[in-house]
Nanobody, 122 residues
Framework: QVQLVESGGGLVQPGGSLRLSCVASGSIFSISDMGWYRQAPGKERESVANVPSGKSPNYADSVKGRFTVYRDNAQNSVLLEMSDLKPEDTALYYC????????????????WGQGTQVTVSS
């Protein structure tokens, strides 16, 4: 059983900051990719920031210079620091991971968090 638990979403004014956290738990053998997606009303889900194992983070052009993603392999966690938030950043943010479970065949699978709402308004 693998679970991704997110925290940190909320309401913030334009120009403000938020920090999102995600921790993966359960029978995990290894995690390849770990990062964040978001989905705004009427839009398709898009990758915000992703950290492949042992590689540099990837960012969507719209958040470069404002968002920073940190991955802690020892804790199976990923942190997204968001600054200078804009109304366009309003979306449901999902933690995402590609990982191998330590049970069964251990094939690579994708897992998602429940989603945490980030609203930038006023």
């Amino acid at each position: 059983q693998v679970q991704l638990v997110e925290s940190g979403g909320g309401l913030v004014q334009p120009g403000g900051s938020l920090r999102l956290s995600c921790v993966a738990s359960g029978s995990i053998f290894s995690i390849s990719d770990m990062g964040w997606y978001r989905q705004a009303p009427g839009k398709e889900r898009e990758s915000v920031a992703n950290v492949p194992s042992g590689k540099s983070p990837n960012y969507a052009d719209s958040v470069k210079g404002r968002f920073t993603v940190y991955r802690d392999n020892a804790q199976n966690s990923v942190l997204l620091e968001m600054s200078d938030l804009k109304p366009e950043d309003t979306a449901l943010y999902y933690c995402h991971a590609k990982l191998k479970q330590s049970t069964g065949w251990g094939l690579l699978g994708e897992y998602w968090g429940q989603g945490t709402q980030v609203t930038v308004s006023s």
